[in-house]
DNA sequence: CTGAAAGCGCTTACAG
DNA sequence: CTGAAAGCGCTTACAG
């Protein structure tokens, strides 16, 4: 293996010299410069993370703690943050909870991240008190994406839930429904987060405007993910006359609500309608409406604030990669917070209530 | 910061001795042991990485490359690596190639992985000569996943993509039919990698075998997206008369195939049959037929498999998650390679051709 | 602009 | 079973 000594020797300077020539350091003349660098690309060196980070202070890498990178939404975020790291020489560490507490727990209470990543990004993980005293702890760098309770002092990039929720339950009662069902995470479905939480209050605050009283026969409980619409729309089905449409908290729950009817004997949207809230990959291809997120822009932002206190020098070398107009969150207290925009997207599983 | 010589202070023994106890080595006498854990606790000490990693010689880390991390296929391997791994105490670091051909020369040939990581795991992720070459040259333990070309000295795990395509074709003869058009990756798609190339000759295998000689003109080169799979079927509508049946390299194409075809005015299968490889998450809701592949057994596998040379103490603490019957691939003269099963899974998008 | 030297926080023979 | 000491391969003041 060759360390720095050997390109020093060859170059014919200090192993100080080396380093910065390296690392682009401004402090070296031209011509040593291109010394070091023919030497090192001769020898094919590469430096060594381990060493350099522990002189150096610094770790080059990034924690992404997600709840599923299956998940449409989470990969795409994934994806875009990844890039964007990368980009910058960041590394980018992987958590995927799997909706398991106990490493839930592990990732972010004990000593797991500390002193292995320079910075932290959350992505709709549920935090308990005492993960937000051990995050607060850390001191670290951090941002958290659509995630319900914030960490002191760490941006929040999001979009508003209530409002995509108000959103998607104001197209249904535009068309004329009334009887309109929701689905959404439980309690207890970690995946959900607190996000069900704000896009149910849509709901009910948009029936109430429409004057209607939120059914709570109409309102079920389930897990974030196709099967947890499936499960969700038989047992609404189950519970007498049929609504003429469903809001799914999710379009990955969407999907599984136009399974379950079309299993039921029932048509989209001739007899129910169904929006969710995402425009995932296939919602296209399904004809799915929904109440579009986006999700790469979410994770561009997030990566692209976590990088400032980093210290990484260019300011934005991909300009127009990152949205612009978002709107700066200043209730939060927190730097720079943003809430980007949704925007509904009608396709053909939304349609007037049949006349009976 | 605590630093282990805190500790050591604190539990009245050596460094030597808390490094040892916390790592668990038998060596240290179970009263020392007690002592030295419960001191790190009290101080809440977390081992500095970079400088374990400095002075063990071992990164501790394992680097997973991806085509595209938000597709199915890949999404599923990462969440069934990074949980495996995660239990065994490594760090996956995630590199998501994108289809940039510069992103993947980047991590591959320079000195990207080098001292970076243990163990590489590659998931159809091209290799030119000169890739194959850096790699072998970093002399490090690897495990390739569905890829064409392999590295010398690294298993390879993956599915019989001929058999696949060969079984989706049989399918559709089995059902009558014989004008069946292929929808696969073109040579300039990255992502597809070469096993297109092995599915297409499954396709044709069997439709010599059936008597038929393979049409040109219902052979479309698309990408292995949804998009590619409407692009290549509005592509192949414009080529004549339609197909009766459409074998779709993988299920996003085939479901890009079915949005095509239901714009076009054609119905799945009533007009058309739609098969697909993998048995994509959505599926199931989208009544799509498809030849099944294990995507988390085989990612669960290749960590398996990637474990060993790291020398990682307990042989399998979760049996049964790894299937068994694995056929090892002895031609490869690699060790231990793994050919997974496929498996007809027959739903609505398929169904004998319309009598005219 | 460059170098000598200390130091980053661990682990590993080696000795006992 | 335990400790003293060297060493892992860099970066960073400091001095010039």
């Known amino acids: 293996m060759t360390r720095i000594d050997d390109v020093a020797r060859l170059a014919g300077v200090s192993t100080a010299t080396v380093s910065r020539a390296l690392r682009g350091l401004p402090?070296?003349?031209?011509?040593?410069?291109?010394?070091?660098?023919?030497?090192?690309?001769?020898?094919?060196?590469?430096?060594?993370?381990?060493?350099?980070?522990?002189?150096?202070?610094?770790?080059?890498?990034?924690?992404?703690?997600?709840?599923?990178?299956?998940?449409?939404?989470?990969?795409?975020?994934?994806?875009a943050v990844e890039d964007f790291l990368h980009r910058y020489g960041y590394d980018l560490l992987l958590y995927n909870l799997g909706g398991r507490e106990q490493t839930r727990r592990r990732v972010l209470r004990t000593a797991n991240l500390d002193k292995r990543v320079d910075a932290i990004i959350l992505v709709a993980t549920p935090l308990r008190p005492a993960d937000v005293a051990a995050l607060t702890r850390l001191a670290l760098p951090g941002v958290t994406i659509s995630s319900g309770s914030g960490v002191p002092g760490w941006p929040r990039v999001r979009i508003d839930d209530v409002a995509a929720g108000r959103a998607a339950t104001r197209h249904l009662l535009d068309l004329g429904h009334t009887r309109i069902a929701h689905i959404s995470g439980d309690p207890d479905d970690e995946l959900a987060f607190t996000t069900h939480l704000d896009r149910r209050r849509g709901y009910h605050e948009a029936l109430r405007a429409a004057g209607i009283r939120p059914d709570p026969s109409l309102d079920v409980e389930s897990q974030f993910t196709i099967d947890g619409?499936?499960?969700?729309?038989?047992?609404?089905?189950?519970?007498?006359?049929?609504?003429?449409?469903?809001?799914?908290?999710?379009?990955?729950?969407?999907?599984?609500?136009?399974?379950?009817?079309?299993?039921?004997?029932?048509?989209?949207?001739?007899?129910?309608?169904?929006?969710?809230?995402?425009?995932?990959?296939?919602?296209g291809v399904l004809g799915l409406s929904t109440v579009a997120q986006p999700a790469a822009e979410q994770g561009l932002?997030?990566?692209?604030?976590?990088?400032?206190?980093?210290?990484?020098?260019?300011?934005?070398?991909?300009?127009?990669?990152v949205p612009y107009g978002a709107d700066t969150d200043a209730d939060e207290g927190s730097p720079r917070s943003v809430i980007l925009p949704t925007r509904l997207v009608v396709r053909e599983s939304t349609a007037p209530p049949r006349a009976n």
């Not at 989209?268 to 969710?276: A, E, K, R, Y």
């Not at 932002?301 to 300011?315: C, E, H, N, S, Y």
């Open 27 to 79: 402090t070296v003349s031209a011509a040593t410069r291109r010394r070091v660098l023919a030497a090192a690309e001769q020898l094919q060196y590469a430096v060594s993370p381990s060493a350099s980070r522990l002189a150096g202070g610094k770790t080059g890498t990034v924690a992404i703690v997600v709840p599923r990178i299956t998940r449409w939404f989470f990969g795409t975020v994934v994806e």
């Open 229 to 283: 619409g499936i499960r969700a729309t038989t047992e609404l089905l189950t519970r007498g006359e049929p609504p003429t449409a469903i809001f799914a908290a999710c379009d990955e729950m969407a999907m599984g609500a136009m399974s379950a009817l079309r299993d039921a004997g029932l048509r989209v949207p001739h007899d129910v309608s169904v929006i969710g809230i995402d425009d995932h990959d296939l919602a």
């Open 301 to 321: 932002l997030a990566a692209r604030i976590l990088l400032d206190p980093l210290g990484v020098r260019a300011a934005d070398p991909y300009p127009g990669l």
